[in-house]
Nanobody, 115 residues
């Protein structure tokens, strides 16, 4: 049974920063390509960033150098450092495998960017 527990979201003003964490259990975390996803109201879920076990990283085009994905295999934790946040980044953020386990989405963490 895979468990994905996201945390670190909150409210921030435009230009601010947040660091998201995702604790992963029940999976061979170190072997997986992991990703951060987000879903804004009325929109489809989209991939924000992914990282392979070999530290190959991809970002969505909208990231534009503002976010950094990283992983701690020893502690089976995935991170997303988000800087220069914009109102368009407002969404619920989720972690999952890339491609995702469709049966194992966590509760997500809400990120709200507004003044």
């Amino acid at each position: 049974q895979v468990q994905l527990v996201e945390s670190g979201g909150g409210w921030v003003q435009p230009g601010g920063s947040l660091r998201l964490s995702c604790a992963v259990s029940g999976s061979a975390f170190s072997l997986r390509t992991m990703g951060w996803y987000r879903q804004a109201p009325g929109k489809q879920r989209e991939l924000v960033a992914s990282i392979t076990r070999g530290q190959n990283i991809k970002y969505g085009d909208f990231v534009k150098g503002r976010f950094t994905i990283s992983r701690d295999n020893a502690n089976t934790t995935l991170y997303l450092q988000m800087n220069s946040l914009e109102p368009e980044d407002t969404a619920v953020y989720y972690c999952n495998r890339s491609p995702p386990w469709e049966d194992y989405w966590g509760q997500g963490t809400q990120v709200t960017v507004s003044s």
